[in-house]
């Protein structure tokens, strides 16, 4: 899996241990995780970050995560993950959460891309999937922008799931894809 990643707007970089302050914000902002799940207590951010760095120690790599920051500079923006089903060789569950002034500016459809485009160029991975709660109407309308298509849900009614196949990705955007556009 690649390590970092471009877009025309971002540097998606891989997550490190100077991270634990953005990703602990994230976890713990109310706003953020609105439409994810409750937001985590601080101690319970900061063993989830510690949990992640050990992912990352193994060997392989149990996950990877990057935080997305403008590449011409400034605050960083948010986090992305992509974590390899345990259950299911060729598929992996791609998640992401922006600060709240970064959402609804496209920079979760160039993230998602990149990473789509970096992954399906070379074996092994053949899907990638995401969720995200029902009343998330930006997040269905990034799906559909990206290809994704919606999974059937035998759980209820929440949370909504996608999935990208690789085959579907290499249909709609060709080597050398050029960036989606910025809106949401």
Excluded at 66 to 72: D, G, K, V
Excluded at 89 to 96: K, R
């Amino acid at each position: 899996m690649p390590g970092d990643l471009y877009t025309p707007r971002l540097h998606l970089r891989p997550l490190a241990q100077g991270d634990e302050q953005l990703y602990c914000s994230l976890y713990t902002d109310a706003e953020v995780m609105r439409h994810v799940s409750a937001p985590l207590a601080p101690e319970a951010a900061e063993r989830a970050f510690r949990a992640v760095l050990r992912q990352l120690a193994a060997e392989p790599p149990q996950s990877r995560y990057w935080i997305l920051a403008p590449r011409e500079g400034g605050a960083e923006l948010g986090l992305m993950a992509c974590v390899p089903d345990r259950d299911e060789a060729g598929s992996a569950e791609v998640g992401l959460l922006l600060v709240v002034p970064a959402q609804c500016r496209g920079y979760a459809a160039e993230s998602i891309a990149a990473l789509a485009e970096e992954v399906f160029a070379a074996p092994p991975l053949q899907r990638l999937w995401t969720r995200h709660a029902s009343d998330n109407a930006a997040a269905t309308g990034l799906m559909r922008k990206l290809g994704f298509q919606r999974m059937e849900d035998t759980t209820g009614p929440a949370p909504v799931r996608w999935q990208l196949q690789r085959q579907v990705w290499a249909t709609r955007h060709p080597p050398g894809f050029a960036s989606l556009p910025v809106n949401c």
